[in-house]
Protein backbone atom coordinates (compact mmCIF):
# COMPACT_ATOMS: atom_id res chain seq x y z
CA UNK A 1 0.00 0.00 0.00
CA UNK A 2 1.45 3.59 -0.95
CA UNK A 3 1.06 6.20 1.93
CA UNK A 4 -0.31 8.77 2.01
CA UNK A 5 -3.70 7.66 0.22
CA UNK A 6 -5.24 10.23 -2.64
CA UNK A 7 -6.46 12.14 0.43
CA UNK A 8 -3.46 12.77 2.27
CA UNK A 9 -3.98 10.01 5.35
CA UNK A 10 -1.75 8.04 6.77
CA UNK A 11 -3.83 5.67 8.32
CA UNK A 12 -6.15 7.66 10.63
CA UNK A 13 -3.82 10.74 10.40
CA UNK A 14 -2.85 13.64 8.10
CA UNK A 15 -5.69 15.17 5.27
CA UNK A 16 -6.14 19.02 5.05
CA UNK A 17 -8.24 20.57 7.43
CA UNK A 18 -8.32 23.74 6.06
CA UNK A 19 -10.17 27.45 5.68
CA UNK A 20 -12.49 27.47 2.62
CA UNK A 21 -10.08 29.49 0.72
CA UNK A 22 -6.85 27.48 0.80
CA UNK A 23 -9.12 24.54 -0.25
CA UNK A 24 -8.27 25.93 -4.18
CA UNK A 25 -4.20 26.65 -3.68
CA UNK A 26 -3.69 23.09 -1.92
CA UNK A 27 -5.18 21.49 -5.04
CA UNK A 28 -3.11 23.79 -7.41
CA UNK A 29 -0.05 22.17 -5.54
CA UNK A 30 -1.38 18.63 -5.97
CA UNK A 31 -1.75 19.30 -9.52
CA UNK A 32 1.97 20.67 -9.82
CA UNK A 33 3.46 17.98 -8.05
CA UNK A 34 1.77 15.30 -10.12
CA UNK A 35 2.90 17.08 -13.04
CA UNK A 36 6.68 17.81 -11.33
CA UNK A 37 7.33 14.54 -10.67
CA UNK A 38 6.95 12.71 -13.84
CA UNK A 39 9.34 15.71 -15.22
CA UNK A 40 12.72 14.82 -15.87
CA UNK A 41 13.67 18.09 -16.23
CA UNK A 42 12.34 19.06 -13.13
CA UNK A 43 14.23 15.65 -11.27
CA UNK A 44 17.58 17.13 -12.79
CA UNK A 45 17.04 20.19 -11.90
CA UNK A 46 16.67 19.58 -8.11
CA UNK A 47 19.58 17.05 -8.71
CA UNK A 48 21.97 19.74 -9.62
CA UNK A 49 21.30 22.11 -6.91
CA UNK A 50 21.14 19.39 -4.54
CA UNK A 51 24.80 18.61 -5.69
CA UNK A 52 26.23 21.77 -7.18
CA UNK A 53 24.61 24.03 -4.52
CA UNK A 54 24.19 22.28 -1.36
CA UNK A 55 26.83 19.64 -1.59
CA UNK A 56 24.92 16.24 -1.85
CA UNK A 57 25.71 13.32 -1.64
CA UNK A 58 27.00 13.78 2.58
CA UNK A 59 29.34 11.30 3.28
CA UNK A 60 28.18 8.36 5.92
CA UNK A 61 30.73 8.80 8.21
CA UNK A 62 31.91 6.01 10.76
CA UNK A 63 32.65 7.25 14.10
CA UNK A 64 34.99 5.35 15.45
CA UNK A 65 35.99 6.62 18.91
CA UNK A 66 32.38 7.54 19.61
CA UNK A 67 31.59 3.82 19.18
CA UNK A 68 34.63 2.66 20.96
CA UNK A 69 32.97 4.45 23.76
CA UNK A 70 29.51 3.02 23.17
CA UNK A 71 31.03 -0.43 22.99
CA UNK A 72 28.03 -2.98 21.65
CA UNK A 73 26.93 -0.02 18.94
CA UNK A 74 29.08 0.33 15.75
CA UNK A 75 28.31 4.05 14.85
CA UNK A 76 27.92 5.41 11.41
CA UNK A 77 27.25 9.11 11.30
CA UNK A 78 24.96 10.88 8.18
CA UNK A 79 26.36 14.26 7.81
CA UNK A 80 23.85 16.47 7.10
CA UNK A 81 25.82 19.22 9.00
CA UNK A 82 27.99 19.29 6.29
CA UNK A 83 25.78 20.58 4.03
CA UNK A 84 25.20 24.40 2.64
CA UNK A 85 23.35 26.36 5.86
CA UNK A 86 24.32 23.64 8.23
CA UNK A 87 21.84 21.29 8.29
CA UNK A 88 19.22 19.14 6.68
CA UNK A 89 16.88 21.66 6.11
CA UNK A 90 18.16 22.59 2.67
CA UNK A 91 17.02 19.63 1.19
CA UNK A 92 13.64 20.24 1.33
CA UNK A 93 13.54 24.29 0.75
CA UNK A 94 15.78 23.86 -2.55
CA UNK A 95 13.03 21.22 -3.67
CA UNK A 96 9.77 23.52 -2.39
CA UNK A 97 11.66 26.81 -4.32
CA UNK A 98 11.59 24.93 -7.84
CA UNK A 99 8.28 24.05 -7.44
CA UNK A 100 7.33 27.98 -6.78
CA UNK A 101 9.11 28.49 -9.83
CA UNK A 102 7.41 26.76 -11.95
CA UNK A 103 4.10 27.58 -10.57
CA UNK A 104 4.98 31.38 -11.19
CA UNK A 105 4.85 32.60 -7.82
CA UNK A 106 7.29 35.05 -7.00
CA UNK A 107 6.65 35.88 -3.44
CA UNK A 108 7.97 33.18 -0.86
CA UNK A 109 6.80 33.29 2.64
CA UNK A 110 7.70 30.80 6.03
CA UNK A 111 7.71 30.49 9.13
CA UNK A 112 10.23 29.44 11.59
CA UNK A 113 10.97 28.52 14.90
CA UNK A 114 14.87 28.52 15.60
CA UNK A 115 15.57 30.28 12.50
CA UNK A 116 17.29 27.57 10.56
CA UNK A 117 14.30 26.87 8.44
CA UNK A 118 13.84 30.84 7.75
CA UNK A 119 17.69 31.14 6.93
CA UNK A 120 17.50 28.00 4.55
CA UNK A 121 14.21 29.66 2.79
CA UNK A 122 15.83 32.78 2.92
CA UNK A 123 19.06 31.66 1.31
CA UNK A 124 17.01 29.97 -1.82
CA UNK A 125 15.00 33.03 -2.12
CA UNK A 126 17.99 35.05 -3.02
CA UNK A 127 19.60 31.87 -4.96
CA UNK A 128 16.25 32.43 -7.42
CA UNK A 129 16.05 36.44 -6.73
CA UNK A 130 12.60 35.77 -5.22
CA UNK A 131 10.99 38.17 -2.60
CA UNK A 132 10.39 36.76 0.64
CA UNK A 133 8.73 37.45 4.45
CA UNK A 134 9.70 34.93 7.32
CA UNK A 135 7.20 34.70 10.24
CA UNK A 136 9.04 34.44 13.78
CA UNK A 137 8.23 34.43 17.09
CA UNK A 138 8.78 37.91 18.83
CA UNK A 139 10.19 34.90 21.99
CA UNK A 140 12.43 33.33 19.11
CA UNK A 141 13.72 36.14 17.45
CA UNK A 142 15.21 37.07 21.23
CA UNK A 143 16.73 33.64 21.38
CA UNK A 144 18.01 33.56 17.97
CA UNK A 145 19.03 36.90 17.50
CA UNK A 146 21.74 36.03 14.86
CA UNK A 147 19.87 33.68 12.59
CA UNK A 148 17.57 36.96 12.41
CA UNK A 149 20.49 38.88 11.10
CA UNK A 150 20.98 36.44 8.92
CA UNK A 151 17.79 36.27 7.11
CA UNK A 152 17.85 40.04 6.68
CA UNK A 153 21.59 40.23 5.45
CA UNK A 154 19.82 37.30 2.94
CA UNK A 155 17.61 40.14 2.13
CA UNK A 156 14.51 38.79 3.62
CA UNK A 157 11.85 40.55 5.62
CA UNK A 158 11.33 38.88 9.33
CA UNK A 159 7.81 40.06 10.63
CA UNK A 160 7.90 39.31 14.13
CA UNK A 161 4.63 37.41 15.76
CA UNK A 162 3.57 38.66 19.23
CA UNK A 163 0.50 36.73 19.36
CA UNK A 164 0.46 33.54 21.65
CA UNK A 165 3.09 31.99 23.11
CA UNK A 166 5.33 34.30 20.39
CA UNK A 167 7.05 30.97 19.24
CA UNK A 168 6.81 28.51 16.22
CA UNK A 169 2.86 27.46 16.07
CA UNK A 170 2.16 31.23 16.23
CA UNK A 171 4.42 32.31 13.81
CA UNK A 172 2.66 29.11 11.70
CA UNK A 173 -0.65 30.73 12.09
CA UNK A 174 0.47 34.22 11.13
CA UNK A 175 2.09 32.41 7.84
CA UNK A 176 -1.00 30.44 7.18
CA UNK A 177 -2.82 34.18 7.42
CA UNK A 178 -0.77 35.80 5.16
CA UNK A 179 -0.90 33.01 2.60
CA UNK A 180 -5.10 33.01 2.84
CA UNK A 181 -4.72 36.56 2.27
CA UNK A 182 -1.96 36.45 -0.97
CA UNK A 183 -2.54 32.88 -2.56
CA UNK A 184 -2.37 34.33 -6.15
CA UNK A 185 1.34 35.31 -6.30
CA UNK A 186 2.74 34.02 -3.11
CA UNK A 187 4.24 30.21 -2.49
CA UNK A 188 4.46 29.03 1.53
CA UNK A 189 7.24 26.84 2.32
CA UNK A 190 6.64 24.87 5.06
CA UNK A 191 9.82 23.71 6.93
CA UNK A 192 8.90 19.94 7.82
CA UNK A 193 6.60 16.79 7.16
CA UNK A 194 3.87 18.79 9.25
CA UNK A 195 0.79 21.19 7.79
CA UNK A 196 -2.41 20.01 5.77
CA UNK A 197 -1.68 17.52 2.42
CA UNK A 198 0.59 17.57 0.03
CA UNK A 199 2.96 19.60 2.29
CA UNK A 200 4.07 16.16 4.85
CA UNK A 201 4.64 13.68 1.71
CA UNK A 202 6.02 16.79 -0.61
CA UNK A 203 8.79 17.26 2.01
CA UNK A 204 9.34 13.69 3.24
CA UNK A 205 10.07 12.85 -0.34
CA UNK A 206 12.52 16.10 -0.90
CA UNK A 207 14.27 14.95 2.33
CA UNK A 208 14.11 10.98 1.76
CA UNK A 209 17.62 11.61 0.02
CA UNK A 210 19.07 11.08 3.17
CA UNK A 211 17.91 7.68 3.77
CA UNK A 212 18.04 6.54 -0.03
CA UNK A 213 21.88 7.53 -0.19
CA UNK A 214 22.35 6.05 3.66
CA UNK A 215 21.21 3.09 2.51
CA UNK A 216 23.43 2.45 -0.54
CA UNK A 217 26.26 4.23 1.37
CA UNK A 218 25.55 1.56 4.34
CA UNK A 219 25.86 -1.42 2.07
CA UNK A 220 29.04 -0.71 0.09
CA UNK A 221 30.75 -0.25 3.77
CA UNK A 222 28.78 -3.37 5.28
CA UNK A 223 27.12 -5.26 3.13
CA UNK A 224 24.24 -5.97 4.97
CA UNK A 225 21.65 -3.26 6.40
CA UNK A 226 22.09 -1.81 9.66
CA UNK A 227 20.14 -2.74 13.07
CA UNK A 228 19.12 0.66 13.81
CA UNK A 229 18.08 4.05 12.28
CA UNK A 230 18.43 6.78 14.86
CA UNK A 231 17.23 10.53 14.55
CA UNK A 232 15.79 13.57 16.26
CA UNK A 233 12.23 14.70 15.90
CA UNK A 234 10.87 18.08 15.87
CA UNK A 235 8.55 18.26 12.90
CA UNK A 236 10.18 14.79 11.72
CA UNK A 237 11.27 15.78 8.54
CA UNK A 238 15.32 14.60 9.07
CA UNK A 239 14.00 11.42 11.42
CA UNK A 240 11.41 10.65 8.07
CA UNK A 241 14.08 11.54 5.50
CA UNK A 242 16.58 9.32 6.62
CA UNK A 243 13.38 6.57 7.74
CA UNK A 244 11.79 6.47 4.41
CA UNK A 245 13.95 4.23 2.09
CA UNK A 246 13.72 1.92 4.70
CA UNK A 247 10.33 1.38 5.52
CA UNK A 248 10.19 -2.11 3.96
CA UNK A 249 13.12 -3.34 5.41
CA UNK A 250 11.75 -4.96 8.49
CA UNK A 251 14.91 -5.95 9.94
CA UNK A 252 15.93 -2.13 10.30
CA UNK A 253 14.71 -0.58 13.60
CA UNK A 254 13.65 2.98 14.18
CA UNK A 255 13.92 5.46 16.82
CA UNK A 256 12.72 8.96 17.09
CA UNK A 257 14.11 11.38 19.49
CA UNK A 258 11.70 13.60 21.06
CA UNK A 259 13.25 16.66 23.18
CA UNK A 260 11.91 15.70 27.23
CA UNK A 261 12.82 19.51 28.21
CA UNK A 262 12.92 19.11 31.73
CA UNK A 263 11.86 16.17 31.96
CA UNK A 264 8.69 13.90 30.69
CA UNK A 265 6.74 14.46 34.60
CA UNK A 266 6.76 18.23 33.85
CA UNK A 267 4.65 20.50 31.85
CA UNK A 268 8.21 21.63 29.95
CA UNK A 269 8.95 20.01 26.91
CA UNK A 270 8.41 18.88 23.29
CA UNK A 271 7.70 15.47 23.17
CA UNK A 272 4.39 15.55 21.26
CA UNK A 273 4.51 11.37 20.20
CA UNK A 274 5.50 10.42 23.91
CA UNK A 275 3.21 12.49 25.68
CA UNK A 276 0.50 14.18 23.29
CA UNK A 277 -3.08 12.98 22.09
CA UNK A 278 -4.39 12.81 18.89
CA UNK A 279 -5.67 16.55 17.03
CA UNK A 280 -5.59 18.74 15.01
CA UNK A 281 -2.87 21.43 14.47
CA UNK A 282 -1.43 23.67 11.71
CA UNK A 283 -4.15 21.73 9.20
CA UNK A 284 -3.69 18.23 9.65
CA UNK A 285 -4.63 15.66 12.09
CA UNK A 286 -1.63 13.58 14.01
CA UNK A 287 -0.64 13.45 17.79
CA UNK A 288 -0.29 17.05 19.73
CA UNK A 289 0.25 18.54 23.13
CA UNK A 290 -2.72 19.91 24.37
CA UNK A 291 -5.18 20.42 27.05
CA UNK A 292 -8.33 18.72 28.19
CA UNK A 293 -9.92 21.43 26.21
CA UNK A 294 -7.93 21.17 23.24
CA UNK A 295 -5.80 24.24 23.37
CA UNK A 296 -2.56 23.13 22.29
CA UNK A 297 0.11 23.60 25.06
CA UNK A 298 3.51 25.67 24.76
CA UNK A 299 6.08 23.07 24.03
CA UNK A 300 9.78 23.52 25.76
CA UNK A 301 13.01 22.34 24.66
CA UNK A 302 16.49 23.51 25.06
CA UNK A 303 16.59 23.18 21.20
CA UNK A 304 14.59 25.47 19.35
CA UNK A 305 14.44 23.63 16.32
CA UNK A 306 12.48 20.35 18.41
CA UNK A 307 10.46 23.47 20.49
CA UNK A 308 6.87 22.39 18.49
CA UNK A 309 3.65 20.82 20.17
CA UNK A 310 2.92 18.82 17.06
CA UNK A 311 4.36 15.90 15.02
CA UNK A 312 4.33 15.18 10.83
CA UNK A 313 1.23 13.07 10.68
CA UNK A 314 3.25 10.10 8.84
CA UNK A 315 5.31 9.93 12.45
CA UNK A 316 2.02 9.33 14.27
CA UNK A 317 1.10 6.34 11.58
CA UNK A 318 4.59 4.93 12.33
CA UNK A 319 4.30 4.73 15.95
CA UNK A 320 0.66 3.44 15.73
CA UNK A 321 1.64 0.46 13.25
CA UNK A 322 5.01 -0.01 15.53
CA UNK A 323 6.79 0.64 12.49
CA UNK A 324 9.01 3.26 14.30
CA UNK A 325 9.74 3.50 18.17
CA UNK A 326 9.88 7.37 20.16
CA UNK A 327 11.72 8.57 22.89
CA UNK A 328 12.47 11.29 24.69
CA UNK A 329 15.78 12.77 26.21
CA UNK A 330 15.84 15.76 28.52
CA UNK A 331 17.99 18.96 27.64
CA UNK A 332 20.47 17.96 30.37
CA UNK A 333 21.33 14.60 28.45
CA UNK A 334 21.20 16.79 25.30
CA UNK A 335 24.19 18.64 26.88
CA UNK A 336 26.17 15.41 27.48
CA UNK A 337 25.30 14.22 24.07
CA UNK A 338 26.43 17.85 22.94
CA UNK A 339 29.94 16.97 24.55
CA UNK A 340 30.06 13.15 23.78
CA UNK A 341 30.41 13.79 20.28
CA UNK A 342 32.45 17.03 20.33
CA UNK A 343 34.62 15.28 22.29
CA UNK A 344 34.72 11.58 20.77
CA UNK A 345 34.61 13.31 16.89
CA UNK A 346 35.73 16.55 16.87
CA UNK A 347 31.91 17.54 15.78
CA UNK A 348 30.12 19.68 17.16
CA UNK A 349 26.60 18.85 16.63
CA UNK A 350 23.19 20.92 16.50
CA UNK A 351 21.73 21.01 20.21
CA UNK A 352 18.66 19.11 18.07
CA UNK A 353 20.91 16.75 16.87
CA UNK A 354 22.78 16.75 19.93
CA UNK A 355 19.39 14.46 21.53
CA UNK A 356 20.28 11.58 18.96
CA UNK A 357 23.43 11.05 20.17
CA UNK A 358 22.30 11.25 23.91
CA UNK A 359 20.13 8.50 23.00
CA UNK A 360 22.63 6.07 21.79
CA UNK A 361 24.35 6.19 25.50
CA UNK A 362 21.19 4.29 26.59
CA UNK A 363 20.31 2.14 23.58
CA UNK A 364 23.99 0.87 23.92
CA UNK A 365 22.82 -0.38 27.32
CA UNK A 366 20.01 -2.31 26.18
CA UNK A 367 21.29 -3.95 23.05
CA UNK A 368 22.64 -7.88 24.22
CA UNK A 369 24.84 -8.18 20.67
CA UNK A 370 26.95 -6.08 18.47
CA UNK A 371 24.67 -3.57 16.76
CA UNK A 372 25.01 -1.19 13.54
CA UNK A 373 23.43 2.32 13.93
CA UNK A 374 22.87 5.01 11.61
CA UNK A 375 22.62 8.67 12.95
CA UNK A 376 21.45 11.39 11.26
CA UNK A 377 23.10 14.21 12.02
CA UNK A 378 20.82 16.91 11.34
CA UNK A 379 22.52 19.47 11.91
CA UNK A 380 25.84 21.49 12.82
CA UNK A 381 26.69 23.09 16.47
CA UNK A 382 27.73 26.43 15.14
CA UNK A 383 24.56 28.66 16.08
CA UNK A 384 24.21 27.21 19.85
CA UNK A 385 27.62 27.21 20.62
CA UNK A 386 26.94 30.92 23.08
CA UNK A 387 23.85 29.12 24.27
CA UNK A 388 25.55 26.36 25.18
CA UNK A 389 28.45 28.54 26.45
CA UNK A 390 25.54 30.37 28.92
CA UNK A 391 24.09 26.83 30.11
CA UNK A 392 27.40 25.72 30.83
C1 LIG B 1 14.98 22.18 12.40
C2 LIG B 1 15.94 21.19 12.85
C3 LIG B 1 15.52 19.96 13.38
C4 LIG B 1 14.08 19.60 13.60
O1 LIG B 1 13.29 19.53 12.46
P1 LIG B 1 12.80 18.14 11.87
O2 LIG B 1 11.74 18.54 10.90
O3 LIG B 1 12.27 17.33 13.00
O4 LIG B 1 13.96 17.50 11.23
C5 LIG B 1 16.49 19.03 13.73
N1 LIG B 1 17.81 19.33 13.60
C6 LIG B 1 18.24 20.50 13.11
C7 LIG B 1 19.71 20.75 13.01
C8 LIG B 1 17.33 21.47 12.72
O5 LIG B 1 17.78 22.64 12.23
Given at each position: MKLPDKRGHFGEFGGKFVPETLMSPLAELETALKTLKKNKRFKAEFSFYLKEYAGRPTNLYFAQRLSKRLKNLKVYLKREDTLHTGAHKINNTIGQILIAKHMKKNRIIAETGAGQHGVATATVASLFGLQCCIYMGAEDMKRQALNVFRMRLLGAEVIEVKSGSQTLKDAMNEAIRDWVTNVQNTFYIIGSVAGPHPYPVMVRDFQAVIGQEAREQFFVKEKKLPDYLIACVGGGSNAMGLFHAFF????VKMVGVEAAGFG????????SLSQGSVGILHGSKSSLLQNREGQIRVAHSIAAGLDYPGVGPEHAYYKKIGRATYVAVTDREALQGLKLLSRAEGIIPALETAHAIAYLEKLAQEVKRKATVIVCLSGRGDKDVAAVKELM
Open positions: QDKTLHTKEHAA
